[in-house]
């Protein structure tokens, strides 16, 4: 999951960060990693 821009760029815009491009810029997308679990209860049958 995208949390937000470091470096020249910063905040937490879901979609763009301007950077004035005057001078050489370092940019970064932080990203989050997100992790899920499936259980499965099996049905009991009679």
């Given at each position: 999951?995208?949390?937000g821009w470091s470096g020249d760029a910063s905040g937490s815009n879901l979609t763009s960060s301007l950077v004035l491009t005057d001078s050489p810029k370092r940019v970064?997308?932080?990203?989050?990693?997100?992790?899920?679990?499936v259980a499965e209860t099996p049905t009991a049958t009679s």
């Open positions: 999951m995208f949390t970064v997308a932080e990203w989050k990693k997100r992790c899920y679990v």
